[in-house]
T-cell receptor, first 113, second 116 residues
């Protein structure tokens, strides 16, 4: 079974804090993604990576950065958290040869106060 | 650009009712199409997919047919159960050559509530 693990399920951070959201997959996948989920807006792509040290902006990269130092780990960074970044963050990865099926972690609920 | 539009929710049904959740898309070429389901407090799980026109994806009693002529991928189930209560997302993957990284584009989600 594909396993995508997000290290934190629930976080509460203060405005201006630096926030790290970690995601690990154990299947040697090359492609990994960070999405943000908000009611009525569905999932919006923040960043994705198709290889170690490679990253591409998605649809809403502003206020976020990412790090991919090892193939199995893809981190989302909020340099200075703001209240409008309160959301559910979903990490996903794509195994090769699955016709673009991607597999999600359980999500990280971030509240910025 | 590519996009997905789903019918708005929430949808409330009685157990054993017939379910349709409409999904239409805009894309160039032949994208792959997906339905994902999100149960309360969980991440998204792949429910079914179709990769070419007229393909029918099916799983757990749900099915959807890739209709190129109407650019649609409606989700159906003949008899819903309380355990089907969840949020359902339609998504597309642009065809190779326009989709570096294999990203998916999602609709806004449709919440389904099934009452006993």
């Amino acid at each position: 079974d594909v396993k995508v693990t997000q290290s934190s399920r629930y976080l509460v951070k203060r405005t201006g804090e630096k926030v790290f959201l970690e995601c690990v997959q154990d299947m040697d996948h090359e492609n990994m993604f960070w999405y943000r989920q908000d009611p009525g807006l569905g999932l919006r792509l923040i960043y994705f990576s198709y290889d170690v040290k490679m990253k591409e902006k998605g649809d809403i990269p502003e206020g976020y950065s990412v790090s991919r130092e090892k193939k199995e780990r893809f981190s989302l960074i909020l340099e200075s958290a703001s209240t409008n970044q309160t959301s559910m963050y979903l990490c996903a990865s794509r195994p090769p040869g699955t016709g673009n099926t991607i597999y999600f972690g359980e999500g990280s609920w971030l509240t910025v106060v | 650009g590519d996009s997905v539009t789903q019918m708005e929710g929430p949808v409330t049904l009685s157990e054993e009712a017939f379910l349709t959740i409409n999904c239409t898309y805009t894309a160039t070429g032949y994208p792959s199409l997906f339905w994902y389901v999100q149960y309360p407090g969980e991440g998204l799980q792949l429910l079914l997919k179709a990769t070419k026109a007229d393909d029918k994806g099916s799983n757990k009693g749900f099915e959807a047919t890739y209709r190129k002529e109407t650019t649609s991928f409606h989700l159906e189930k003949g008899s819903v159960q309380v355990s089907d209560s969840a949020v359902y997302f339609c998504a597309l993957s642009p065809p190779p050559g326009r989709n570096q990284g294999g990203k998916l584009i999602f609709g806004q989600g449709t919440e389904l509530s099934v009452k006993p």
